[in-house]
């Protein structure tokens, strides 16, 4: 459990549980602080992939088949004792969506909730497109490579961590690849509300098959920002506020 799942503050009280799912070639040092922010209500756990962090020594999953399977068997006793919910951010929302699709099909379990960020709906033209993109070469310039696969962000000056970034993004990428998904007219997976984030600089996305996952509602919200809008402290702020008024009025 601790391998998987960063949890900064446990809330043994709490009603919901919102698990997040960082994005290509991230860790669990932003979405799990967000454990501080919530109120005693909602527990947040982040989950921690393979290859970074404190499983740094571990190997790169293979495949997305092999993330989900862990995540399911390691949290299942969590997920089946109190209702909860997911977030998840570019890579985050595909890991999160393919978590939701099997405890829908392997146990009947399924999120009160799925808040989706900076992704492609999977049923989507969009998504496809990017799913056939060969990736980068491996030896190509190192800023350029990360901006195709992850979006505009900063590295650090440090040659040897932005090394490890960017094979991870590399690898996060392989795993999105390998995540396959088709949609009939009669296959609506879901029942629970969803709603779409974005950053309003960001690249666009295929977003409104999102809401075609799921038999409930859905919406969708523009926040001011790029593809990491969700690290700005408004931005954040937004979020909490508007994902604990959710969890809650969906009657947990």
């Known amino acids: 459990m601790e391998k998987l799942v960063a949890c900064v503050q446990k809330k043994p009280g709490a009603i919901c549980r ?43 999953a293979k495949d997305m088949r ?30 999160s969506f393919a978590v939701a699709l099997q405890l829908k099909e392997k146990y009947g379990l399924e999120p009160v909730y799925l808040f989706m960020s900076a992704a492609h709906a999977p049923n989507s033209a969009g998504y496809l497109a990017v799913k056939s993109t060969a990736l980068p070469d491996r030896n190509s310039e190192p800023l350029k490579f990360a901006e195709v696969l992850a979006g505009n962000f900063e590295l650090p000056h440090d040659e040897d961590i932005w090394r490890t970034m960017v094979l991870a993004v590399r690898e996060d990428v392989r795993l999105f690849q390998t995540l396959s998904f088709e949609k009939t007219e009669i296959n609506i997976p879901f029942s629970c509300d969803i709603t779409y984030f974005c950053g309003s600089d960001d690249k666009p996305y295929d977003a409104k098959g999102w809401g075609e996952l799921t038999s409930g509602d859905s919406s969708f919200y523009e926040l001011p920002g790029d593809h990491f809008y969700l ?10 506020k508007y994902i604990t008024n959710s969890i809650e009025n969906a009657g947990v």
């Open 231 to 240: 690290l700005k402290p408004s931005n954040e702020s937004f979020l909490i």
């Open 66 to 95: 092999s993330v989900v399977n862990e995540i399911t068997s390691v949290l299942l006793k969590e997920l089946k004792e109190k209702p909860f919910a997911f977030f998840g951010h570019g890579l985050g929302s595909y890991m």
């Open 18 to 60: 919102l698990i997040c799912f960082p994005w290509a070639g991230g860790g669990t040092s932003q979405l799990a602080q967000w454990g501080r922010f919530f109120n005693n209500s909602i527990e947040v756990f982040c989950i921690r992939l393979p290859g970074r962090e404190t499983r740094l020594e571990e190997p790169f």
